[in-house]
């Protein structure tokens, strides 16, 4: 038993297992995807009940709320697949801080590999952009602690980073290693912001951007900027 889901209306706990080749979906833990309902604590659950293969299913747009400085699904080694069809997350989170703790919908610590295609997001309308964009918002997929073999898909709009790995000031969150994708969308601080790591490769189309790529601590690495 992976997880489960309680119904609080009658308090029946509904046990929710993998497919035989390891998928779990959004809609059995009890995500909506009409860009009405709350679906943050559903997507938690799902991509925190053991699984490592995760179905955001077609054409669904989920709302969350996230705290400044947390995240969305978190995975501690091993393996993580997060896949949909022409899927949006909508983060209307009010308490972003500008220049504040690291938030991310997408966190891999010492993941094995870790891919994110099918699965794009909006996140709150910047203030300020010219004075904002890339210092309020999110991580969209982080990885850290030597993470290996990341490829993440994805269009965005308002995002602090698109794809981000290790830190500023913590060394030892780097170390990661085969990074690629292609990142497209608008407002998007850093497309990618990587320290301490090897073999990045990214394809970017952004429309703004504080820095198309930053790039620090790192070998073998390039990419295509179109911006």
Not at 36 to 62: N, P, Q, S
Not at 203 to 225: E, K, M, N
Request: glycine share 14%; aromatic share 12%; net charge negative.
């Amino acid at each position: 038993i992976d997880s489960h889901l309680t119904h609080t209306a009658s308090m029946l706990k509904w046990y929710v297992l993998p497919s035989f080749d390891g998928w779990v979906g959004s809609a059995a833990f009890g995500a909506i995807g009409d860009d009405v309902a709350d679906d943050t604590a559903a997507l938690r659950m799902m991509l925190a009940c053991g699984a490592r293969r995760f179905d955001f299913g077609k054409d669904k747009t989920y709302k969350i709320s996230i705290a400044d400085g947390s995240f969305l699904g978190k995975w501690i080694s091993g393996e993580a697949e997060i896949s949909g069809e022409n899927c949006l997350i909508h983060d209307i989170s009010p308490g972003y801080s500008n220049n504040g703790p690291f938030s991310q919908i997408f966190w891999g610590q010492g993941t094995t590999k870790l891919t994110c295609v099918g699965v794009d997001y909006v996140g709150p309308v910047l203030a300020t952009p010219d004075t904002l964009l890339g210092y309020q918002g999110v991580s969209f997929v982080r990885v850290t602690h030597g993470a290996r073999n990341t490829h993440v898909v994805a269009n965005l709009t308002n995002v602090r980073h698109g794809i981000h790995s290790g830190d500023y000031l913590l060394w030892d969150y780097g170390e990661c290693d085969g990074i690629t994708g292609n990142i497209t969308g608008e407002k998007i601080g850093y497309p990618i912001a990587i320290y301490n790591a090897d073999r990045v490769y990214v394809d970017i189309t952004v429309d703004g951007h504080h820095r198309c790529a930053y790039l620090a601590g790192g070998h073998y690495s390039g990419g295509l900027v179109r911006a």
